[in-house]
């Protein structure tokens, strides 16, 4: 079983940008696609990027132009990088691995609160 940990939430001003960093405990992550994820507030689960194993990203509607999504094989590590936030981007965000999908393993998420 593949363990997450995610960093880089925190509080940021609206029209600020964060970096969010998810780091795997596995030595084969190139074999792994990866997304990240968003629940705000009573909220469900939502997708906001993802990248295969291959590097291939696509990033969802609502956050388009906004973000982006990458990874660094050799750290075992995927990012996101956010920008131009804005309030209703707030929420818990997490990452996911998955050999085929990406639904295999999910961490436990870091707070982003966006607030002036």
């Known amino acids: 079983q593949v363990h997450l940990v995610e960093s880089g939430g925190g509080l940021v001003h609206p029209g600020g940008s964060l970096r969010l960093s998810c780091v795997a405990s596995?030595?084969?992550?190139?074999?792994?696609?990866a997304a990240w994820h968003r629940q705000a507030p009573g909220k469900q689960r939502e997708l906001v990027a993802g990248i295969t194993k291959d590097g291939t990203t696509s990033i969802s509607v609502e956050f388009e132009r906004r973000v982006a999504i990458s990874r660094d094989n050799a750290l075992s590590t995927v990012y996101l990088e956010m920008n131009r936030l804005r309030p209703e981007d707030s929420g818990v965000y997490s990452c996911?691995?998955?050999?085929?999908?990406?639904?295999?393993?999910w961490g436990q998420g870091t707070q982003v609160t966006v607030s002036s």
């Open positions: 996911s691995v998955g050999l085929y999908a990406w639904n295999d393993a």
């Open positions: 596995t030595n084969d992550f190139s074999m792994y696609n």
